[in-house]
C-alpha cells in the first residue's frame, strides 16, 4: 500500500498562452499536448507531469502506485476509514496518461489521485529551452505544499491513512511538517496558515546552471519573484521561487537531499527553513523579520550543508583538506 511518488499535478488559469509561454521559455518544460481547454508538459519520457485546465478548475495531485493490486489495497483502506473514494473511467484515464486511478478529497478538501501504470511518451524529451533536463524518475515530478486550514487533521490523514513519513517540521517562522514517500527529503509538505490552497511546487533540476539562467530570465521577463534564490536547511535544495500564471508559486531547485525513509529519524529544525537567501515576499513584516534574523544567525555560526551531487555530474576539483562532504545520490 505504499505510495511511489508524486506523478503529477493539475492546474487552471485563466489564460493558458501565458502557461505555454511560461512552461517553455522559462521553465524548460517540453508542451505535449495542447487545445482550447488543456495544456499537457513533459519534464521527463512520461507523456505528462503537468496538466493545466482554463478556468478556476480545483487542483489535483496525483501519486503514483505499483500496480493494480496497490490501488486496490488503497481503496479498501480508505474506505474502512469512510472516506469517499471515486474510481475513474477510461476517458479520465486517458486524460491522465495512466492505466487506472481513484481520486477522493483530503480533509482540507484537496483532491488526491492515485493511480498506477504511467503512459511513455513514444519520442525522447525535448525541453523548451536550454537546459540539461530534470531530477524525476523514481523520485517524481519534485514536490508540492499545500496551506492548511486544519494542519493537524491534514497531518494525520497523509501519514495514517496515506502512509508518509515526516522528514522534519519546523514552527517559526511558520508552522511547517515535510513528508516524503521515497528517498527525496520531501515530497509533500503542509503549512498552517488557516486557510486551504497549494503554496508552490517545487520542480528540480539536473545542473546547478539551469537554476541560474532560470533566475537570470525570470528577471529579464519580468516574472514575480516571489522568493529569491537562497538555500534550504533540511532538503539543501538552491533555488528561487516564481509566481506562475496559476498564482502559484514554483520553486526551480538544484541539490535536493536524498535521504533513508527506513532509517530516517524526524526532528524539529531550528535554524530557520533556510541557511541564507530565500527572501519571502509571502510571509507578513513580522515572519520576514524573524527569518531575517534567523539567517544573519546561521551567517554568523557559519552554518553549512554538504551539497548534493548527481551521479556522473561534473565535481569541482579541490585540494583534499578543504574538499566538501558530498552524500550519496541514486541515478533519477
Avoid at 503514483?64 to 474510481?87: F, I, N, P, Q, Y
Amino acid at each position: 500500500m505504499t505510495l511511489l511518488s508524486l506523478g503529477y499535478v493539475g492546474l487552471s488559469a485563466p489564460d493558458l498562452s501565458e502557461w505555454a509561454d511560461f512552461g517553455r521559455n522559462l521553465l524548460g518544460l517540453e508542451l505535449a499536448d495542447a487545445s482550447t481547454e488543456t495544456l499537457a508538459f513533459r519534464m521527463d519520457d512520461r507523456r505528462a507531469r503537468l496538466h493545466v485546465a482554463a478556468g478556476d478548475a480545483a487542483p489535483h495531485f496525483g501519486w503514483e502506485v505499483a500496480d493494480t493490486s496497490a490501488l486496490d489495497a488503497m481503496a479498501a483502506r480508505l474506505e474502512a476509514k469512510r472516506v469517499a473514494v471515486h474510481r475513474a473511467d477510461a476517458g479520465l484515464a486517458a486524460r491522465r496518461c495512466v492505466r487506472e486511478m481513484i481520486w477522493f478529497l483530503d480533509p482540507d478538501g484537496n483532491r488526491v489521485e492515485l493511480f498506477h501504470g504511467a503512459e511513455i511518451a513514444a519520442a525522447p524529451f525535448a525541453p523548451g529551452r536550454n537546459i540539461a533536463g530534470f531530477r524525476t524518475g523514481a523520485l517524481g515530478l519534485g514536490h508540492a505544499v499545500l496551506t492548511c486550514v486544519d494542519l493537524p487533521a491534514q497531518l494525520r490523514f497523509y501519514t495514517e491513512m496515506l502512509g508518509f513519513g515526516i522528514s522534519d517540521y519546523c514552527f517559526s517562522p511558520f508552522t511547517a511538517y515535510f513528508l516524503h514517500v521515497n528517498p527525496r527529503h520531501h515530497s509533500l509538505a503542509l503549512v498552517g496558515t488557516g486557510v486551504t490552497g497549494v503554496h508552490h511546487l517545487m520542480m528540480e533540476l539536473r545542473q546547478f546552471d539551469d537554476v541560474g539562467h532560470g533566475y537570470d530570465l525570470a528577471f529579464d521577463r519580468g516574472e514575480d519573484i516571489g522568493v529569491t534564490l537562497g538555500r534550504h536547511s533540511n532538503d539543501y535544495m538552491t533555488s528561487f521561487y516564481v509566481r506562475t500564471p496559476s498564482n502559484v508559486l514554483l520553486e526551480y531547485g538544484w541539490g535536493g537531499r536524498i535521504i533513508d525513509p527506513a532509517r530516517w529519524q524526524a526532528e524539529e529544525l531550528t535554524v530557520g527553513p533556510s541557511i541564507w537567501g530565500h527572501e519571502r515576499s509571502w510571509l507578513s513584516d513580522e515572519g520576514r523579520a524573524v527569518a531575517r534574523a534567523m539567517r544573519v544567525r546561521n551567517a554568523a555560526e557559519g552554518l553549512r550543508r554538504p551539497l548534493q551531487y548527481l551521479p556522473g555530474a561534473a565535481v569541482p576539483s579541490v585540494p583534499q583538506a578543504s574538499a566538501p562532504q558530498v552524500e550519496s545520490s541514486i541515478t533519477a
